[in-house]
């Protein structure tokens, strides 16, 4: 046992650099796989679009939405900033039509079904303002104040 005992202590490093160093490659060995899906879940978890809550009395909430670029005249570059939700410095946004009626996140105005709105584009992980418009109309009036 004391053989054990001894031979376990030799293993362990005494430079706190290198214990640092071992300990951080055992988790990235665990992090490996289980991103490599070895231990992934079948279930993957479902991502909510950006709901804001209803501000408090007297609390002041609200999403800033700033027009950063128009590169062509159906996307356009946009800075999304909730304090509480999500963050995005240079999402890119796309023109469609919308499918369903909402509120525009620059002008606080009715959206319609069938009204041309941009929208976040679709990648990858699904961002959490994806259900979020602009309407185009006030996109160009940006674009040119």
Known sequence: ????RKKLADSIPTDPWVHTISVL?????VTAAIV???????NKPKRRPCQLPAPMPGENHQVTVTLIDRPT???ATIAWRDPTHCCYGDQVW????????????????AIYRNDVVFKPSR?????LNAHAMILAAVLEDTTWS
């Open 94 to 109: 796309r023109a469609c039509r919308s499918r369903v009626e909402g509120v525009c996140a620059m002008s606080g105005r």
């Open 123 to 127: 990648c990858r992980a699904s961002p």
């Open 25 to 29: 490659s055992l988790s990235s060995s």
């Open 1 to 4: 046992m004391i053989r054990t």
């Open 73 to 75: 005249e159906s996307t």
């Open 36 to 42: 490599s899906g070895r231990f992934a879940s079948t």
